[in-house]
C-alpha cells in the first residue's frame, strides 16, 4: 500500500499519535494495526472503514422490505452496476446483494487514499452477518476517476451506472459523511461524463443529490425519490436521445 501511495513505511514501535506525526515529518499517517486500518491526520481527523447503512439496508432487504436504489434502479439478479463515486461503498454493497454471485458491482473512486482503505476493508471486514460480508467481498474497486474512465469504457458495459457525488452541503447530522468528506472528491458531476455514462449503460443511470440542489435539471436527470435529506433521479435508456 506504501508503494502504491508512495508514501514511506515506518514500524510504530508504540510511538504515541503526535510522536508518530513527528517522526513521520507528516501532517496525515495510515495505521496499520490488529484491529484494521485507520486514516488519521494531525487536525484530529479519523476515517476507518464500516458498511455504515448498507448493514440495516441489506437486513430490511432481506426481510422483503423496499430499498431505494434497488427499487428505481430496477437492480435484479445477474446485472452489471458501475458505481462511479464509491466513497465509503455503502451503494456498492447494497447493489452487491441485490445483484447477487451472479451479477457484478464496480466501483471507482478517485481519491487514491480512500480507494485503498474502502478497497481493504471490503475484502477483510467481518461482521458476522453473512449476508453483508459476502456481498462485501464481491464489490471490485478500482482507484480511478470516472471522467478518465467513462470515455473508455464500451457502449452497454454494465445494466446501471450510479453517481453519489459528495454532496456541496453535506448532512450536517450523518457522522459518516462528516467523516468522509476531507477525504472525498468535491468536484461537481459535469455533463459530459452524464452522457458517456448512458452510453455505458445499457438500462439507467442514477444520481443521488440534495433535494433542490438544481443538479436533476442541470443535468437532464428526473426525480424519482425524494426525501427531506436527499433524492434519487434517473435517466432511462429508451428515454434518452
Not at 470515455?151 to 454494465?158: A, R, T, Y
Not at 462528516?178 to 459530459?192: I, R, T
Request: charge should be neutral; include cysteine.
Amino acid at each position: 500500500m506504501a508503494g502504491e501511495l508512495a508514501v514511506p513505511y515506518q514500524e510504530r514501535h508504540r510511538l504515541s499519535l503526535p510522536g508518530l506525526f513527528d517522526q513521520a515529518d507528516r501532517d496525515e499517517v495510515i495505521l496499520i494495526t490488529k484491529k484494521g486500518w485507520r486514516y488519521e491526520r494531525k487536525d484530529g481527523h479519523s476515517f476507518h472503514f464500516h458498511p455504515n447503512t448498507s448493514a440495516l439496508r441489506i437486513k430490511n432487504l432481506a426481510r422483503g422490505e423496499s430499498d431505494s436504489l434497488v427499487k428505481f434502479a430496477e437492480l435484479q439478479s445477474g446485472d452489471h452496476v458501475l458505481d462511479c463515486t464509491l466513497g465509503m461503498a455503502s451503494d456498492a454493497i447494497v447493489a452487491s446483494y441485490a445483484v447477487g454471485e451472479s451479477g457484478r458491482v464496480v466501483g471507482l473512486e478517485s481519491e487514491p487514499v480512500l480507494a485503498q482503505m474502502v478497497r481493504q476493508g471490503l475484502k477483510t471486514m467481518i461482521t458476522n452477518r453473512t449476508r453483508l460480508d459476502a456481498a462485501m467481498r464481491r464489490v471490485e474497486v478500482m482507484g480511478q476517476d470516472y471522467r478518465d474512465t467513462l470515455p473508455n469504457m464500451k457502449n452497454d458495459s454494465f445494466d446501471v451506472v450510479i453517481f453519489d457525488p459528495m454532496f456541496r452541503e453535506t448532512i450536517k447530522t450523518s457522522s459518516a459523511m462528516q467523516v468522509l468528506k476531507p477525504l472525498a472528491n468535491p468536484v461537481a458531476l459535469d455533463q459530459e461524463s452524464v452522457q458517456h455514462a448512458v452510453r455505458v449503460a445499457r438500462r439507467l443511470v442514477m444520481l443521488k443529490e440534495r433535494p433542490g440542489s438544481g443538479e436533476f435539471e442541470r443535468l437532464g436527470f428526473t426525480i424519482v425519490k425524494e426525501s427531506s435529506q436527499f433524492a434519487w433521479g434517473v435517466i432511462r435508456k429508451s428515454d434518452s436521445p
